[in-house]
């Protein structure tokens, strides 16, 4: 490698803080060490150092870690400086590293060298980057089995079944005529693939949930203009996000904002009040309205009349009768799912909980080892459909059955990026902040 195979960058948030942490990793990383910090600590035992730059000068103290290669994150040698965190204090250390001949690193690189040293596979990369993402205790739950290679290891079981089928054929097909090898191989065979298939498949039913709490529920509030609708999405943000005014049709665009509830993030959109109208912004704000709606996950539909509730043909729709305070005698109870007061505050609870009870139920769920991104689902489902086709191809002969199980176990071997993923390698990194 040249000289700038040794990269660098600050690991840690914004400045200033208490703490910056700038991390080294590359072949020349004991060389800047010693040239930094005098010395190179023992492997792995934070060393209270003094940090010199050119000329001697001291640059600040602070705590000094090596990882020796292959023991390290990057697969390679590599540093942590923990230093004050101070603008200044990192620039003069940043530059310094410039001086030594390192060179800054790109978004996730360090990410991808251990990629590249086998220290991760894709999916727990893919993890990692939740991890950092996540927002809410439930996409951190999530994360958390992706990054920590509890899901890598269910793929590589599978992938380990499917290479024990392939070389059970394999060897049917090169031996059928000697004795040594029993014909009765294959039924096993095709039982565990069975079996394989039903396990994917299972697996396959949480992607749905996942995605939700990896992408969060998009909640959309609808109604007629003057409902209520920017008012409640006010009061459930605790925030005021939208305007609120006594004139009809004041909500022209969607406007969103990102909520947590029982764990989930939930994506809330307010919208402009369903009407006819010959006003062009409304209009077009209307358009938007039912755009968001016929993508939500779940509508939340207010009108402050019994007989005006909007008809939205939305699934999971929850009806809310709103201004409760000023129009008590006009609602019989089973005119809506919750009526509200956002005035008084009457009902905002039991809407809460309407709103939860429509969540995903997580109990259904054993673990969160689940598919979170479309482009392990759609591995999974190739890797499916090859299975069924290959249990399918009997009649097709055994060679046939053995390229479906080939292709099944490519498909899995491009989540874990085992195989032919050169070309994913630089979308999947370019999420990474640098430092990661
Ligand atoms: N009394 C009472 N008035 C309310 C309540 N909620 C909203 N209002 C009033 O109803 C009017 C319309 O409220 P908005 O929240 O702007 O209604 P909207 O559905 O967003 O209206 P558009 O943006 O025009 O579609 C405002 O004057 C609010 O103060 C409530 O719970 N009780």
């Given at each position: 490698?040249g000289?700038?195979?040794?990269?660098y960058?600050?690991?840690s948030?914004?400045?200033?803080?208490?703490?910056?942490?700038?991390?080294?990793?590359?072949?020349?990383?004991?060389?800047v060490?010693?040239?930094?910090?005098?010395?190179?600590?023992?492997p792995?035992l934070?060393k209270?150092s003094?940090?010199?730059?050119?000329?001697?000068?001291l640059i600040?103290?602070?705590?000094?870690l090596?990882?020796?290669?292959?023991?390290s994150?990057?697969?390679e040698?590599c540093?942590?400086?923990?230093?004050h965190?101070?603008?200044?204090?990192?620039?003069?250390?940043?530059?310094?590293l410039?001086?030594?001949g390192?060179?800054?690193a790109?978004?996730?690189e360090?990410?991808?060298?251990?990629?590249?040293n086998?220290k991760l596979d894709?999916v727990?990369?893919e993890g990692?980057?939740?991890?950092?993402?996540a927002?809410?205790?439930?996409q951190?739950?999530?994360?958390?089995?992706?990054?920590?290679?509890?899901?890598s290891?269910?793929?590589?079981?599978?992938?380990?079944r499917?290479?024990?089928?392939?070389?059970?054929?394999?060897?049917?097909?090169?031996?059928?005529?000697?004795?040594?090898?029993?014909?009765?191989?294959?039924?096993?065979?095709?039982a565990?693939?069975?079996l394989l298939?039903?396990?994917?498949?299972?697996?396959l039913?949480?992607?749905?949930?996942a995605?939700?709490i990896?992408?969060?529920?998009?909640?959309?509030?609808?109604?007629?203009?003057?409902?209520?609708?920017?008012?409640?999405l006010n009061?459930?943000?605790q925030?005021?996000?939208?305007?609120?005014?006594?004139?009809?049709?004041?909500?022209?665009?969607v406007?969103?904002?990102?909520?947590?509830?029982?764990?989930?993030?939930i994506?809330l959109h307010?919208?402009a009040?369903?009407r006819?109208?010959?006003?062009?912004?409304?209009?077009e704000g209307?358009?938007?309205?039912?755009?968001?709606?016929?993508k939500?996950?779940?509508?939340?539909?207010?009108s402050?009349n019994?007989?005006?509730?909007?008809?939205?043909?939305?699934?999971?729709?929850?009806r809310?009768?709103t201004?409760?305070?000023?129009?008590?005698?006009?609602w019989?109870?089973?005119?809506?799912?919750v009526?509200?007061?956002v005035?008084?505050?009457?009902?905002?609870?039991?809407?809460?909980?309407?709103?939860v009870?429509?969540?995903?139920?997580?109990n259904?769920?054993?673990n969160?080892?689940l598919?979170?991104?479309?482009?392990?689902?759609?591995?999974?489902?190739?890797?499916?459909?090859?299975?069924?086709?290959?249990?399918?191809?009997?009649d097709?002969?055994?060679?046939?059955?053995?390229?479906?199980?080939?292709i099944?176990?490519d498909?899995?071997?491009?989540i874990?990026g085992?195989?032919?993923?050169?070309?994913?390698?630089?979308i999947?990194f370019?999420?990474?902040?640098?430092?990661?």
């Open positions: 490698m000289i700038s195979d040794t990269i960058a600050l690991s948030g914004g400045l200033p803080s208490g703490v910056a942490m700038i991390r080294i990793s590359g072949t020349r990383t004991t060389e060490l010693a040239k930094l910090s005098g010395k190179i600590p023992a792995r934070a209270l003094s940090i010199r730059g050119r000329n001697d000068q600040d103290q602070g705590l000094v090596f990882f020796k290669g292959p023991g994150f990057t697969g040698d540093a942590e400086l923990q230093l965190g101070g603008k200044a204090v990192v620039e003069a250390v940043l530059t310094e410039a001086y030594l390192c060179r800054h790109e978004a996730g360090f990410s991808r060298r251990a990629f590249q086998d894709l727990e990369i990692l980057a939740d991890l950092i993402a927002e809410t205790e439930m951190r739950r999530l994360a958390v089995e992706h990054s920590s290679g509890h899901l290891s269910l793929y590589e079981g599978w992938s380990r499917l290479v024990h089928a392939r070389a059970m054929i394999e060897a049917e097909l090169d031996f059928a005529d000697e004795e040594d090898v029993p014909g009765s191989v294959s039924p096993s065979v095709w565990d693939m069975s298939g039903e396990e994917i498949g299972t697996h039913d949480g992607a749905a949930v995605e939700i990896r992408d969060g529920l998009n909640v959309v509030i609808a109604g007629a203009p003057n409902a209520g609708k920017s008012s409640l009061a459930l943000a925030r005021d996000i939208a305007i609120v005014t006594e004139i009809a049709g004041t909500t022209r665009d406007l969103s904002v990102d909520l947590s509830l029982a764990g989930f993030s994506k307010d919208t009040g369903l006819e109208t010959q006003d062009l912004v409304e209009k209307i358009r938007r309205a039912r755009n968001v709606i016929s939500a996950d779940l509508v939340i539909a207010l402050d019994p007989c005006d509730f909007p008809e939205l043909g939305a699934v999971g729709t929850i809310v009768g201004k409760i305070d000023s129009n008590p005698d006009l019989d109870k089973s005119a809506a799912d009526l509200i007061s005035k008084t505050g009457q009902g905002m609870e039991r809407l809460i909980d309407v709103i009870s429509r969540l995903p139920d997580l259904a769920f054993s969160f080892a598919p979170s991104r479309r482009r392990h689902v759609d591995c999974l489902n190739e890797a499916r459909t090859a299975i069924h086709s290959s249990l399918a191809a009997a097709l002969g055994l060679d046939i059955q053995a390229e479906y199980l080939r099944a176990g498909a899995l071997g491009r874990t085992r195989v032919d993923v050169e070309d994913l390698l630089s999947i370019s999420e990474f902040c640098v430092g990661k």
